[in-house]
């Protein structure tokens, strides 16, 4: 069965068979090629994944609410040496929103330090469910960085690719304009890292297709979003595609979301494995490090495509 479209997004359904999740089979293959073309036409699709109860994403919004009513002051103790891992908020480009990050969320140390920060005395409750869908989150992320690379046919990468990864999980809340004339919550840019895992209560998240025309993610229950960003990009020279996206707000109800980035770690160069370059697929980005790919990028986020400036071999 084809992909389903909604509002222009493409929908991928893990949940039909079990079978189909089991590396190999039929229902894999299947799988993989769907969410090859979904990253190669528009750079993202939504996906149901039936491992996350919906139980677990009530009490992830219920904590992320509790979150964002702690004092400011402490909320801006989330602070990190790296660019757009911490804190933000209070910014006069997006008023509407406010962000914490958790690095590493996957490792119950790492989850229970952060909330241990927000609240004198820790929140048990909040830790587990962050530790729990983070994990969960990951594990998603992992299959399906896996169907992307056997579908370009280098899948020996994968398991080294993914062992050198880091991830970022963040929540955030945009306040209600209390407008129906759409307004900015977050401005227009692409994802920086390897893959997003989003889940979002209310609209509001819009995708620029490649003809140039803004798509609206209609959000349901049991559906993450799934994005491309520009480190994936670089290493598939080019194939996937990086969308830009952006949040635009109305009405009188404050948005909420989570999302997970995988990222390439400090260690580790982000570089086109050679099997994907030929005489058609010319080399297109030079070898990089993520992080002081994004410390370029946080000093000039002016630039119209960073990444081209940074690393781009010849006319990209």
């Given amino acids: 069965m084809g992909m389903i479209f909604e509002s222009g997004i493409k929908f991928i359904d893990f949940s039909k068979d079990p ?32 491992k996350v109860p919906a139980t677990l994403h009530d009490e992830m919004f219920k904590g992320v609410k509790d979150l964002f009513d702690v004092r400011d002051e402490t909320k801006q103790k989330n602070i ?48 587990e469910t962050l530790n729990s869908m983070s994990i969960m989150m990951k594990e998603l992320e992992g299959i399906i960085r896996k169907m992307i690379f056997e579908s370009l046919g280098v899948k020996e990468y994968c398991n080294t690719n993914i062992k050198d990864s880091d991830y970022i999980f963040r929540v955030m809340k945009y306040k209600a304009p209390f407008s129906d004339h759409p307004t900015i919550g977050l401005p227009t840019h692409t994802d920086k890292n390897i893959l997003t895992i989003l889940y979002e209560d209310i609209q509001g998240l819009e995708v620029l297709s490649k003809e140039g025309k803004w798509i609206q993610v209609v959000p349901k229950q049991g559906k993450f979003l799934v994005i491309v960003g ?29 999302s997970q980035f995988s990222t390439p770690n400090e ?27 994004l410390r370029y990028f946080d000093a000039n986020m002016h630039l119209a495509n960073p990444l081209a400036t940074y690393v781009g071999v010849g006319k990209v």
């Fill in 19 to 50: 079978n189909d999740l089991v590396e190999g089979s039929e229902g894999w293959k299947n799988l993989c090629k769907q969410v090859k073309e979904a990253c190669e036409s528009h750079g993202c699709f939504q996906v149901v994944y039936d």
């Fill in 80 to 127: 990190s040496c790296k660019p757009c891992h911490g804190y933000i908020g209070k910014d006069s480009n997006f008023p509407l929103l406010e962000s914490l990050g958790i690095e590493n969320a996957p490792i119950l140390d790492k989850a229970r330090a952060f909330t241990d920060l927000m609240w004198p005395n820790g929140n048990p409750s909040f830790c």
């Fill in 230 to 258: 520009e480190s994936l990009m670089a290493w598939s020279n080019g194939r996937m595609h990086a969308p830009k996206h952006r949040v635009m707000m109305t009405g009188e109800k404050d948005r909420y979301s989570y």
């Fill in 267 to 293: 260690l580790v160069y982000v570089e086109t494995p050679k099997e994907l370059v030929d005489e058609d697929h010319p080399l297109l980005y030079r070898p990089f490090k993520f992080l002081e790919y």
